[in-house]
């Protein structure tokens, strides 16, 4: 505890000289030096922002505010959530701002609309002091496509570990009594949009893998017991398809990102099945959770997950690799399966937003504020 409070305090005198220039109006403009742009949604950009100001908050106060309107915004450093937002906006807005964006997926292959876009985003390279990313893949493909080493800064996206924990065996029981869920079933989870839109989700969107996933739980269902835990908006195309092929299944709406927490403790596993992610959020969540997951080779999975070991890789798209990898572990002794948790819970503390945070005020804003004219 004495130990924190000091890192705390040292932390906070590094603050001092730009907050004494924002207080004496050398910022021109009113409101913290830093400014994170999300989303209206109450989606991942938004919990990302929200996350990172809250962080940086508690260790410097008056660093850092988030909004959704960016307009108006001069003598900053502007940072994007998304690289698709920077486009939209960083064009119209004052020249006396430093910008950052955040690109946590996107590649050519994804189809034109997205190579289009990825080649306006090369294009606006020269305007931007910094580019944020989450994933080794990633930072790797932004490199090949000729962004500067010295412009990119990668920090993974975060998790609440202390929000996000293990259940005990009455918490897990306790979650699937509550869903309706049978004891017996081996329940997988998919806390994702992968459906085109906000409504019902019928059209699907293939990058997120949603027909893998439903191909994955069915090759598995003539073995085990499966049950499919789902949530997020848009999942029609799943529940469809899952209601065809016979596999049962739980949707929960849930109000707010912390209601997640009861739908991790009820699953023996969790599924990536994406073909492009930049995280996703439910890699972090799962291992945070002690819910060992299968993933494909996408974003922070090829960080984070050790084959059988912290988790299962499986190929992009290959529904049959998933399913082996998911029986794989479900195989495991329950020693073996106790290790593997812990494992994955130990190699996920390092995306903790109490690090995360810092690491954006550290590598990102600060610099950018030191160097402010």
Not at 140 to 166: A, M, Y
Not at 199 to 220: N, S, T, Y
Not at 251 to 277: I, K, M, N, P, W
Request: hydrophobic share 40%; aromatic share 8%.
């Amino acid at each position: 505890m004495l130990k924190d409070m000091l890192r705390r305090w040292q932390f906070r005198a590094t603050c001092v000289p730009w907050r004494l220039a924002a207080a004496t109006g050398l910022y021109r403009s009113k409101g913290p030096p830093v400014s994170f742009i999300i989303e209206h949604a109450d989606w991942a950009i938004r919990w990302v922002g929200e996350h990172v100001r809250d962080e940086i908050e508690t260790l410097c106060p008056g660093t850092i505010a988030t909004t959704a309107k960016p307009y108006r915004l001069a003598h900053r450093v502007v940072h994007f959530g998304s690289q698709y937002m920077w486009l939209a906006w960083g064009r119209h807005m004052s020249r006396s701002n430093r910008y950052v964006t955040s690109f946590f997926h996107g590649k050519h292959e994804d189809g034109p609309e997205v190579s289009r876009h990825i080649d306006e985003f090369l294009g606006s390279v020269p305007r931007l002091a910094r580019i944020v990313t989450g994933a080794g893949l990633i930072e790797q493909r932004l490199l090949g496509w000729g962004v500067p080493r010295e412009k990119l800064v990668r920090i993974p996206i975060g998790v609440d570990t202390k929000l996000f924990h293990p259940p005990t065996s009455e918490q897990k029981q306790a979650a699937r009594s509550k869903l309706g869920i049978a004891e017996d079933a081996i329940v997988i989870g998919s806390f994702q949009k992968d459906g085109v839109g906000w409504g019902d989700g019928m059209e699907p969107k293939l990058i997120k893998g949603p027909d893998v996933f439903v191909e994955a739980l069915a090759r598995m269902r003539h073995e085990l017991p499966v049950v499919a835990m789902l949530t997020g908006p848009a999942r029609g195309f799943v529940k469809q398809g899952l209601e065809r092929l016979g596999v049962p299944f739980v949707h929960r709406y849930v109000q707010s990102h912390g209601e997640l927490v009861d739908c991790y403790h009820a699953l023996d596993l969790y599924f990536v099945t994406s073909r492009e992610e930049g995280g996703p959020m439910g890699l972090m969540e799962g291992m945070a959770s002690g819910v060992p997951v299968v993933s494909t080779r996408v974003g922070m999975a090829p960080d984070l997950i050790v084959d059988q070991t912290t988790g299962g890789l499986a190929h992009s798209g290959d529904s049959e690799d998933i399913a082996a990898k998911a029986l794989a572990l479900l195989a495991l002794p329950e020693d073996s399966a106790a290790r593997l948790r812990i494992r994955a819970r130990e190699a996920v503390q390092v995306c903790d937003w109490s690090i995360v945070g810092r690491r954006h005020f550290q590598e990102v804003y600060k610099p950018l504020l030191d160097d402010a004219p």
